[in-house]
């Protein structure tokens, strides 16, 4: 159980999974008023950067699962390096279907709602670790712009031009759910540059280092094309961000 070794090696040298700055990261943490002793799920948590420096921030605690070996040894000498091992920990697993030995004060996916089959699916996991009144972060994209043909939909690696919705939308779409949004955090695109630049230089670096391993000629096409591609139509049509839920 392992994610396959494309996606580890073009976010091997990443802390963040997704366009979201370390920036963006500590405004999130510092919006939602996190006290210490706040105990907090991250599903398919990656190399664990927000529950480490919320631990180290706000005195948080908390488990981390993801289905990487890769990214849960990442996380945890992350732990290691920040002093907050003992306050976080984190597990190699299958985040999908997941749920908190005891009820938590934060319940979070950012960006992985496919562990649940999708965002609704993702909501109703993470309630089942939430205590009443608890919070909930569910990280998502989202079209800034109208996707104009199929091409933009699927270079925006989105299933269906309907899997993802405008932002008014998606917000709407939480509170059909039963859910106020009470914040929120949105990547922009210099955030997307990074996340997406840093991809290349992975993917190059691993290059130089394997240029006979087997997936070779397969890396060398994404990097030879994926940054135009980027450019052309993910950037400027593809939001992200992390919304924090409560129920009502």
């Known amino acids: 159980m392992d994610l396959p070794r494309p ?8 802390r963040i999974h997704n366009p979201f700055s370390p920036e963006k990261l500590d405004i999130l943490g510092r919006a939602l008023s996190l006290t210490p002793g706040t105990s907090a799920l991250d599903l398919a948590s990656g190399s664990g950067e927000m529950l480490c420096t919320w631990a180290r ?10 289905i990487s070996t890769h990214f849960t040894a990442s996380a945890q000498a992350r732990a290691a390096e920040l002093g907050v091992a003992d306050r976080v920990r984190f597990v190699h697993g299958d985040a999908a279907g997941h749920v908190a030995e005891e009820p938590v004060d934060l ?10 089959d999708g965002l609704t699916g993702t909501v109703e996991l993470l309630q089942r670790s939430l205590r009443p009144g608890g919070l909930m972060l569910i990280g998502e994209p989202y079209w800034r712009l109208d996707p104009p043909d199929e091409l933009t939909v699927a270079e925006s690696h989105a299933s269906a031009k309907e899997a993802y919705r405008p932002l008014p939308d998606l917000l709407s779409h939480f509170g059909d759910l039963g859910y106020d949004v009470v914040e929120m955090v949105l990547a922009d695109q210099d955030s997307w540059d990074r ?3 840093a991809q290349w230089f ?7 280092e394997n240029p006979d391993d087997e997936l070779a000629e397969q890396l060398r096409a994404e990097l030879r094309d994926g940054p135009a ?3 052309r139509y ?11 839920l409560m129920r009502r």
């Open 7 to 14: 996606f580890v090696i073009r976010e091997s040298g990443h």
């Open 57 to 66: 921030d706000h005195g948080l605690t908390g488990v981390g699962v993801d």
């Open 107 to 116: 319940a979070a996916c950012i960006g992985a709602t496919w562990i649940g």
């Open 195 to 197: 996340y997406t630049g």
């Open 202 to 208: 992975n993917i190059r670096r691993w290059l130089d």
């Open 229 to 231: 591609r980027y450019a």
């Open 234 to 244: 993910r950037r400027e049509y593809l939001g992200w961000g992390v919304f924090a």
